[in-house]
């Protein structure tokens, strides 16, 4: 079964960065698409970033496009999200997922993921 932990969340200025981690066990990472989403208080969960399987392809939400950066080091079951100029509206709970599918595109749908961890707090003060 598949476990996925974040780690690297915290309290930042407005400006400042983040890198998010997503360590991930239970399977090969290379054969699952990876993702980032989060939620913030009184909103619905959204999608963030997303790469595929072997890390040639990334997808991102415009509101973070420019700003945030995904990768993932399958050698080390690990993704990243690293998080630059971060703003006030980025403060929510960041979920890493994995979707156990070949998508040379990765899905930004929520429901194509089937494994999620239990989510870090990235908290953005101006």
């Known amino acids: 079964q598949v476990q996925l932990v974040e780690s690297g969340g915290g309290l930042v200025q407005a400006g400042g960065s983040l890198r998010l981690s997503c360590a991930f066990s239970?399977?090969?990472?290379?054969?699952?698409?990876m993702g980032w989403f989060r939620q913030a208080p009184g909103k619905e969960r959204e999608f963030v970033a997303a790469?595929?399987?072997?890390?040639?392809?990334?997808r991102y939400a415009d509101t973070v496009k420019g700003r945030f950066t995904i990768s993932r080091d399958n050698a080390k079951n690990t993704a990243y999200l690293q998080m630059n100029n971060l703003q006030p509206e980025d403060t929510a709970v960041y979920y890493c997922?994995?979707?156990?599918?070949?998508?040379?595109?990765?899905?930004?749908?929520?429901?194509?993921?089937?494994?999620w961890g239990k989510g870090t707090q990235v908290s953005v003060s101006s």
């Open positions: 997922c994995a979707a156990d599918l070949f998508a040379s595109v990765p899905p930004t749908a929520g429901g194509f993921y089937n494994a």
């Open positions: 239970g399977r090969t990472a290379s054969r699952y698409t």
């Open positions: 790469i595929n399987r072997s890390g040639s392809t990334t």
